[in-house]
């Protein structure tokens, strides 16, 4: 028996990595930090304010991103020598796997929505100096994208290649967010996270339930609560997209807040600009306006409205992405 045990778990050892073994390859900062926040804002003074600096993971690949792609890699790196994923000219998900892919030797294909080859973007100028395969879809082709017979034509196109969907959102994204969730080691009663995909906001939410189940936080306040801030006009929309990672019983308290998206996905206004600018210049805390600008924008929002019970303790997660505000020279001039 010992003799066939060893050679399979040694097979299991060579086919997977551990995130652990990947962070180190990737000189990933984990855990990431958890700081106070203490801003000047109304109604700042009645609560606890943290901030879980997901941004500081790695000057590259920042933020959710990594949470979302870290079990899968860990799963694939050792076998699979080919990616391609979707998204758009400035995706944080494409550069991250992008350079990871490029880190670690595999071949990388991006599917781009709508055609930048006249002036790549910035996101776009890194994928090519990491020697990825950058190739243009319409947006009529693009739409198609999780639709079963246009993946079967992928898979005929790239033999072998593992095809992960947009953002990097797929079920096994949920452990590596999951994990981050773990890193907090205080009682929490609220989280706050920006809602695209909806992948992150599930994670938040299976975490916080499975925490709570083994009484893993010695405190988990009755009032625990998983809040996202809707980045794109989504009412409805956003709850399914979430409500599909999930469990069909959650015990876990969610809610979507739609009113700080400021007119849609990339949308912004002089006031979240502003806002953007005051957390750089008064807590250098660099943000950008299309995630994490719109969740701190709703934190001082909310706070002013006094929407938090006093003496509640609140991470907001910082779920980086900063590579995606770069704007594009060619566009400047
Ligand atoms: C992709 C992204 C999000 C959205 O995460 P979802 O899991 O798609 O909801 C939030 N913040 C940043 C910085 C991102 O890049």
Same mark, same amino acid.
């Given at each position: ?123 776009? #100028?890194?994928? =090519? ?11 009529? $082709? &693009?739409?198609?994208?999780? !639709? %079963? ?116 996905? #990339?949308?912004? =206004? ?11 210049? $008064? &807590?250098?805390?660099?943000? !950008? %306006? ?44």
């Amino acid at each position: 028996m010992a003799g066939i045990t060893l050679p399979f778990s040694l097979l299991i050892a060579i086919a997977t990595m551990t995130t652990e073994h990947l962070q180190k390859q990737l000189g990933l900062s984990l855990p990431s930090p958890l700081e106070r926040f203490t801003p000047n804002w109304p109604g700042a003074e009645r609560v606890t304010l943290w901030v879980k600096r997901d941004d500081l993971i790695h000057p590259i690949i920042s933020g959710n991103k990594w949470r979302k792609l870290s079990q899968l890699l860990a799963d694939n790196a050792a076998t699979t020598q080919h990616i391609v994923s979707f998204g758009g000219g400035f995706s944080n998900h494409l550069h991250a796997l992008g350079w990871c892919c490029h880190q670690l030797g595999i071949e990388f294909t991006a599917l781009i929505r709508g055609n930048y080859g006249a002036s790549p973007t910035p996101m776009l #100028a890194d994928l =090519s100096r990491w020697h990825a395969n950058i190739r243009y879809l319409t947006k009529l $082709e &693009y739409k198609q994208r999780d !639709e %079963p017979d246009f993946i079967a034509g992928l898979r005929k196109q790239y033999p072998g290649a593992l095809i992960v969907p947009e953002g990097g959102s797929q079920q096994d994204a949920l452990a590596g967010v999951q994990s981050m969730l773990t890193e907090c080691q205080i009682p929490f009663d609220k989280i706050i996270t920006p809602v695209a995909s909806g992948a992150t906001l599930a994670g938040l939410i299976n975490g916080a339930g499975i925490i709570d189940g083994a009484g893993m936080h010695s405190s988990v306040s009755a009032r625990q609560q998983v809040l996202g801030i809707a980045v794109l006009n989504g009412v409805g929309y956003l709850e399914n997209l979430v409500a599909r990672f999930l469990p069909a019983k959650s015990s876990c308290d969610w809610q979507i807040l739609h009113q700080y998206h400021h007119g849609g996905y #990339a949308r912004t =206004s002089p006031a979240l600009l502003t806002l953007c600018d005051e957390m750089q210049q $008064e &807590y250098e805390i660099p943000l !950008e %306006p299309v995630y994490s600008g719109k969740v701190f924008y709703a934190v001082k929002a909310l706070l002013a409205q006094g929407a938090f019970a006093a003496g509640e303790q609140i991470i907001i997660v910082h779920t980086g992405g900063l590579q995606g505000a770069r704007t594009d020279p060619d566009s400047r001039s």
